[in-house]
């Protein structure tokens, strides 16, 4: 009995080594296998840096580039552009975690050129160009298209010449786009209309011809539309009226025809409504008198006719009132000594009649 007994010990001695050694069997290929996973997910991480790594390289080489081809003078106000970290370089933002570029700020930097020996492909993380108050030149190459994370594109101030491209209407990050004072000609993109984003659009002091599209009515985040100071003409869309979001609305210094849209009175938060210096005709729309919040109103230098709305005596923010030099007749309304904030009035060079009201 005790042999058979110390039988069963031995086996059952054997059995628990057997199994002992099978666990440790089993733990060394779970650790062999994870540390396999670790091995093939490795190169993954090395190729991503790799490629990180490269678009850095390209971005560095197209900022050199460019700065190589502007004038000699330009090019030593960026003396700051040399090495391979252009996150230290004046102007330029970069990404903490990424390390990309995100922003190129040269407002005020004195510089001349072109922008053809930028290559915009190289930035795909690019999120605000502001090339203003300079004296760059020449046109806006339409490779400008490859920046689709752009949110601002200022270029205001500078000496641009020929087309806007219509590439820009698929910039639809775009939310501020301006190109304000510069010797741009032709006509403007129907393309900007699909900039649904927009909330800022100056297009001012150019040599802008042919009409307002119609498009820009799609612009339903608009708050500013400048397009004063050039040489449009045709009529003022209606479709003008769909932009609710608009607080400042400039179209004066052009060759506008035709009568004041209505549907300008659906602007609800227009603050800012300049019209003077264009050719425009018919009569004031009494449709204006519901724009409550307006500030200033501006529909001088024109070839108005009829009589001065009762209704503009609603408009109890109004600070100045300009209707001079048209052809407005009839009598002054004697509402209009209901605007309490009024400091400006200027009702000369009309046919207007009767008693000025008390």
Not at 220 to 226: A, E, F, G, K
Not at 336 to 342: A, H, I, K, N, V
Request: charged share 10%; glycine share 6%.
């Amino acid at each position: 009995m005790t042999s058979l007994s110390n039988k069963l010990h031995f086996n059952q001695f054997i059995s628990s080594l057997v199994f002992f050694l099978l666990v440790v069997i089993i733990l060394d290929l779970v650790c062999s296998s994870t540390a396999s996973v670790s091995s093939v997910t490795s190169p993954f991480v090395h190729t991503n840096n790799k490629v990180k790594a490269a678009e850095e390289r390209k971005e560095v080489k197209a900022l050199l580039k460019w700065k190589t081809n502007l004038h000699s003078k330009s090019q030593s106000l960026l003396s700051s552009w040399v090495g391979s970290n252009p996150c230290n370089w004046v102007g330029i933002n970069c990404d903490n975690k990424s390390g990309s570029i995100t922003h190129l700020n040269l407002s005020s930097h004195s510089l001349k050129g072109t922008l053809h020996n930028l290559s915009f492909q190289s930035f795909p993380n690019l999120l605000s160009v502001d090339l203003s108050h300079n004296s760059l030149f020449g046109t806006i190459p339409s490779n400008i298209v490859h920046l689709s994370k752009l949110s601002i594109l200022n270029l205001s101030y500078n000496q641009f010449t020929g087309r806007i491209p219509s590439e820009i209407g698929q910039l639809t990050s775009l939310h501020v786009f301006y190109l304000a004072a510069n010797r741009m000609s032709g006509l403007i993109p129907q393309e900007l209309g699909g900039l649904t984003s927009l909330s800022e659009l100056d297009l001012s002091s150019n040599n802008l011809t042919g009409t307002i599209p119609a498009s820009l009515g799609n612009l339903s985040n608009l708050t500013t539309l400048y397009i004063y100071m050039n040489q449009l003409s045709g009529s003022i869309p209606q479709e003008l009226g769909m932009l609710s979001s608009l607080t400042d609305l400039e179209l004066s210094i052009n060759s506008l025809t035709g009568t004041i849209p209505a549907s300008l009175g659906n602007l609800s938060n227009l603050t800012t409504l300049y019209l003077h210096t264009n050719q425009l005709s018919g009569s004031i729309p009494q449709e204006l008198g519901i724009l409550s919040s307006l500030t200033d109103l501006d529909l001088s230098i024109n070839c108005l006719t009829g009589t001065i709305p009762a209704s503009l005596g609603n408009l109890s923010n109004l600070t100045s009132l300009y209707l001079h030099t048209n052809q407005l007749s009839g009598s002054i309304p004697q509402e209009l000594g209901m605007l309490s904030f009024l400091t400006d009035l200027k009702l000369s060079i009309n046919s207007l009649t009767g008693t000025i009201p008390n």
